[in-house]
T-cell receptor, first 115, second 111 residues
Framework: GAGVSQTPSNKVTEKGKYVELRCDPI?????LYWYRQSLGQGPEFLIY????????DSGLPNDRFFAVRPEGSVSTLKIQRTERGDSAVYLC?????????????FGPGTRLTVT | QKEVEQDPGPLSVPEGAIVSLNCTYS??????FMWYRQYSRKGPELLMY????GNKEDGRFTAQVDKSSKYISLFIRDSQPSDSATYLC???????????FGKGITLSVRP
């Protein structure tokens, strides 16, 4: 079946601009996670959705970052007034709550470059 | 101090070697332990998953968790060039909670 998909695969934007990154989870997965991976580092947690609501947003670095999941499937990560330090790969993962292992399946990521 | 520390790399071994990858963690609340493999420009892919302490074997891969010393290991037997990738250890406290990753180590297996 189809895995987690993310669009765009690459995004180059100028400092100060607004960007939206999209995640389409595996069909039927109720849990959705966003992570950020800087060069040479492991992924760092940003936010976790259970259904439509954000169950844990403790990883969002500041109020420029916001994420939504209005219908409990597709999610959008929104970054306002982008800064060069926001450059990273943004990874989305989904899992099936109630499954035996709660394995998180990752998408290929969106590579964001802020110039 | 980061919650999950991973041995620095990179690591280069000849084909057929046994590889040992290690992590330590500081939070006693971590209950689930995972190893992910990540190829260049791809998302992480789950390799091994262990709940609490013990060993788990899957083909050429063995994962070990020692909760008393807060130590996580991955062993790869008969390493192959196709094993060349970045390996990330990860932990979480609950079934649906966030993953906390180590920094990752890049492994290169020379033919």
């Amino acid at each position: 079946g189809a895995g987690v998909s993310q669009t765009p695969s690459n995004k180059v934007t100028e400092k100060g601009k607004y960007v939206e990154l999209r995640c389409d989870p595996i069909s039927g997965h109720t849990a959705l996670y966003w992570y950020r991976q800087s060069l040479g580092q492991g992924p760092e947690f940003l936010i976790y959705f259970q259904g439509t609501g954000a169950a844990d947003d403790s990883g969002l670095p500041n109020d420029r970052f916001f994420a939504v999941r209005p219908e409990g499937s597709v999610s959008t990560l929104k970054i306002q007034r982008t800064e060069r330090g926001d450059s990273a790969v943004y990874l989305c993962a989904s899992s099936q709550a109630g499954g035996s292992s709660y394995e998180q399946y990752f998408g290929p990521g969106t590579r964001l470059t802020v110039t | 101090q980061k919650e999950v520390e991973q041995d620095p790399g990179p690591l280069s071994v000849p084909e057929g070697a046994i590889v040992s990858l290690n992590c330590t963690y500081s939070n006693s609340a971590f209950q689930y332990f995972m190893w992910y493999r990540q190829y260049s420009r791809k998302g992480p892919e789950l390799l091994m998953y262990t709940y609490s302490s013990g060993n788990k074997e899957d083909g050429r891969f063995t994962a070990q968790v020692d909760k008393s010393s807060k130590y996580i290991s991955l062993f790869i037997r008969d390493s192959q060039p196709s094993d060349s990738a970045t390996y990330l250890c990860a932990t979480r406290t609950g079934a649906n909670s966030k993953l906390t990753f180590g920094k990752g180590i890049t492994l290169s297996v020379r033919p």
